[in-house]
């Protein structure tokens, strides 16, 4: 989903851990330590969602400088989604920040899947108050492959038959599930995201079927599962290729019996979602049934959506360029500029192993360093192909759709410091995985936010 998230937070590592793991998923994501910052960034656009610490000064634990800031922020034109961060579990605090409009409050450290859970249900609450869907959902491109694809898409929404939407990572698979459910009968309703990849399997059924109170230690209170809560719209099921194989079973069984039982629940709820999952895993891995259940296979894939690489649809090209680098142009206040007739060519001609992803982020990055009166190619800073000193296959995707960085992937083949040395570790596992973040960090024995961490350290 495309959306300007902002994270307001004085921890530079709170703030640096959740813009690396949002970008990914919402392409915008700018963070402030000071808010005093915070008049001159809304003058330059106003933000879908707020991560909001409630306490900025160290030692200060009554949320009074968040709470002034929650003031601010509710009298935009079109305010902003709040969810108030604290380190505090503190729920009077919590009370006073949703009376004082904040959507939800969640408190550090945080759990990714729930971070990311409540970022997309602030963004459906705010898509439902205003109208048209927070930043640009549009699934743009011409190419007769597009073309094609959005027919299919007109087509099949309007049913209520599952839909499985493949494709490389960053082809745009989550745009394509969002205009499914936008041309829905279940449009008004809302669209629910799950990474299934990164739901830990200790809470995979707290988190989609819900729980009772005091079912198990942490149930505070009786909570609904993203089946429940999506009722009357979709359930978007994203990496669903990296589901453990125990999880997978659990789904199947609600898939099956169109019902889920909370756990500590003594009867089953009935749910009414339609489901829409995705996938990066290529066709002969999802049919071998090591990894996917094939029964699991067919209650999802009643249609199969393929979304092409955009290097089988370079005539998109010069348009995304042209629509990413406007939007980063007025979001950085840079002035309006061509590119460059052979930097066109070279972005045409580029194999975009990170796909539509790695694009817009090749276009904020121009835009931002870009000095001459229009863009060249080394503004967009494409890696060219990796020499390969550790095996890496050419163009290895990474996070966000780059690719290795040649310099960087050599460097341990002569110069092994620790961290080249883990630069190069990281760059060739997510080479391996074809840049799924999940499958990397458990392969190298690290939380997916550790990794995410790491990712940022090393500019990867
Ligand atoms: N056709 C398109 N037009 C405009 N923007 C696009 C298009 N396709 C993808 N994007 C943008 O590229 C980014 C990645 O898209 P999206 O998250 O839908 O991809 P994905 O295939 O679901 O990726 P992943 O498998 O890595 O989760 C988003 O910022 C999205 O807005």
């Known amino acids: 989903m495309t959306a300007y998230i902002l994270i307001l937070d004085d921890d530079a590592d709170v703030a640096t851990a959740a813009q690396l793991l949002l970008r990914r998923r919402y392409g915008q994501v700018a963070t402030l330590s000071d808010p005093a910052g915070l008049p001159a960034l809304l003058a330059r656009g106003v933000p879908d969602v707020v991560l909001l610490d409630l306490n900025f000064t160290p030692g200060r634990i009554n949320g009074a400088e968040g709470l ?29 920040a949703l009376k004082r409009g904040a959507g939800d409050f969640i408190t550090k450290p945080w759990d990714n899947a729930r971070l990311i859970a409540a970022v997309d249900q602030a963004l459906a609450r705010r898509q439902a108050v205003h ?53 829905s009968r279940r449009a008004a309703g809302t669209m629910l995201a799950v990474d299934m990849g990164a739901l830990p399997e200790s809470t995979f059924e707290s988190e989609l079927f819900g729980h009772r109170r005091g079912s198990f230690t942490d149930a505070r209170s009786d909570r609904a599962g993203r089946f429940q809560a999506a009722r009357g719209g979709s359930l978007f099921l994203d990496e669903i290729g990296n589901m453990p194989l125990a999880a997978q079973a659990k789904l199947l069984t609600a898939l099956e019996r169109r019902e889920v039982t909370p756990i500590g629940a003594d009867k089953p709820e009935a749910i009414d979602v339609r489901i829409i999952s995705a996938t990066n895993l290529d066709e002969a891995r999802l049919f071998d049934p ?47 500029r061509e590119v460059a007739a052979v930097a066109m060519d070279a972005l045409t001609r580029h194999d975009w192993p990170g796909n539509v992803r790695a694009l817009r982020h090749a276009c904020e990055r121009a835009v931002i360093l870009g000095q001459g009166a229009e863009y060249a190619v080394a503004d967009f800073g494409l890696a060219t192909a990796p020499a390969a000193p550790l095996g890496y296959p050419p163009h290895a995707e990474v996070s966000g759709g780059e690719s290795v960085d040649r310099a960087a992937a050599a460097a341990p083949a002569t110069d092994a410091t620790l961290d080249a040395i883990e630069r190069a570790a990281i760059a060739a596992t997510l080479a391996q995985f074809n840049g799924n973040i999940s499958h990397a960090a458990k392969t190298l024995g690290i939380s997916r936010a550790a990794l995410y961490r790491k990712l940022g350290k090393h500019g990867i």
């Not at 601010?72 to 579990?89: E, G």
């Not at 209520?160 to 960053?170: H, P």
């Open 68 to 96: 002034a800031l929650m003031d601010v922020l509710r009298t935009q034109a079109r305010p902003p989604a709040v969810i108030a961060m604290t380190a505090y579990a503190d729920v009077p605090l919590a009370v006073e």
């Open 290 to 336: 090591s990894v996917f259940r094939a029964d699991l296979l067919f209650r999802l894939n009643t249609i199969v959506i393929r979304v092409p690489p955009l290097r089988e649809r370079r005539e998109d090209v010069p348009l995304l360029l042209a629509h990413y680098l406007k939007m980063y142009e007025s979001q950085y206040q840079r002035p309006s």
């Open 131 to 183: 109208g048209a869907a927070a930043g640009s959902p549009e699934l743009m491109g011409e190419s007769r492959a597009m073309r094609e694809l959005k027919a299919l898409i007109a087509s099949v929404a309007p049913t209520e038959a599952n839909v499985m939407v493949l494709g490389e990572n960053g082809v745009g698979k989550e745009l394509v599930a969002r205009a499914i459910h936008a041309a």
